[in-house]
Each structure stands twice: as C-alpha cells, then as structure tokens.
C-alpha cells in the first residue's frame, strides 16, 4: 500500500460517545437512577433533573446522588442500576433525529467508525442492536466489569492501541467535557456537539477543538475537519 494511501486511512478514523451524541438515553438513565435510590430505601424527588450528571462513570454518578442522603452504599446503588437498565432503561433509548442519515454519510465515506462510551460494553451494544445501527461500527468500546475502561483517557487509549489508530489523525465526538478532556489525553482532536446533556460553556471550556450544532450537520462537520489534514 503507497504511503498516500495508508495516510489517508489513518486519517479518517472517528470515535463516538453514545449517551447525548447519538441518542438520547436521559428517560431511561433517570428511571434506572430513581429505581436505584428506592431500592436503596430512599424517596428521591420526582422533579429531579439528572442530566448534568450524564457522561462520567456510573459510580461516580451514583456517589453524587448518593450524598444528599448522607449514603456511602455505591456498589449496592451501581448493582440495583444495571438491574434495571438492562432490564428496561436501555430499550428507552431514542436516536436523535438526523444520527441515522449522517452515520449512514460516514460509513459511505469510508471513515474507520468506533464507539467510545464509559456505558457499560454489554448495553452499549443492546442500544445499538436495537436502534438498528451496529452495522455503522468497525468496533463497539465500553467500560466492563471491574472497572475496566471506565474513564474516557483510558478507553481511548485501548481503542487507538488496539486498532493502531493515529491520533493526530482521528477524532473523537461527544457532549460532555469528559469527551473533550479523554480526547486530548491522547492527542486527539475532540468535537463538541450542542444537542447533548454538555452546555457550550462546558464544551468551550474544556477545549473543544469544534462544535457542531445539529444531528444532521455531523457527518459533513466531521469530514471536513478530517479532510483538512
């Protein structure tokens, strides 16, 4: 293979966050969340809006639910969680209006498509399984049991490992900060996307090399800044 080729390949590589970037999973995180605090003998507040918490490792969320109720019981409220989640809360996840047409638009461009999430591996592939999308992936990553993977540096530096990626040459797409910091940990170039659970602000803040605005503007925000190396 000629080097203009391989660095042609190599260029065109994409890492994908799942929860806020291809699908809006809020419905089923919150019940599975709601579900976890009762079943710990708490009444949590029915008003109560979880969707900054979305994007970090799951005990991490469940230690700052937690807290309010003076509860140090994070292992129990992770295990009721995924019960209910792999159960029912995955199958509430709805694919945001316009992902579908763009990873179509990707795959046919013939850009190397990974997921990248800290949702556990197993979910994150029921959810794509479900919405139809898994035949987009040349590789579906998520965190495991044990803790394995579950922060972003860590996961991205397994995936580039393992698939040789070049950093420098790839990008990663997601909505929260968490996605722009795990990005730059590897050298990566990470974009923010606006329709996520991640302000602008946060985006901007944690250094997003570029935002795009909506689902359906993705694919061609994505291959232009790909093609611009």
């Known amino acids: 293979m000629g080097f203009a080729c391989y660095r042609q ?71 009721a969680y995924r019960h209910h989640y792999g159960e029912i809360g995955l199958l509430e996840s709805v694919a945001y209006p316009g992902i579908g047409d763009s990873l179509e638009e990707l795959k046919r461009a013939g850009l190397r498509i990974y997921l990248a999430t800290s949702k556990r591996a197993l979910f994150a592939c029921r959810i794509l399984d479900h ?35 070049a950093p420098s040459h790839s990008l990663m797409v997601g909505d929260r900060r968490y996605d722009i910091a795990g990005a730059h940990a590897v050298g990566m170039r990470g974009l923010g996307v606006l329709w996520g659970y991640g302000a602008r602000d946060e985006l901007e803040s944690a250094g997003a090399d570029h935002l795009v605005a909506a689902p359906v503007d993705l694919a061609q925000v994505v291959l232009s800044i790909l093609d611009q190396h």
Do not use: W
Not at 141 to 164: C, N, Q, T
């Open 9 to 79: 390949i190599m260029m065109r590589s994409i890492l994908l966050d799942l929860d806020g970037t291809l699908v809006d999973s809020y419905p089923g995180i919150r019940a599975s969340c709601l579900t976890a605090l009762l079943a710990l003998g708490h009444a949590p507040d029915d008003s109560l809006d979880m969707r900054g918490l979305i994007g970090p490792p799951l005990e991490d969320v469940m230690q700052v639910l937690l807290q309010s109720y003076g509860d140090n019981r994070v292992g129990e409220a992770v295990a």
């Open 131 to 165: 919405l139809q999308f898994t035949r987009y992936f040349d590789g579906i990553y998520g965190s495991l049991p044990g803790g394995e993977f579950d922060h972003k540096p860590e996961l991205l530096a397994h995936i580039v490992a393992r698939h040789d990626l």
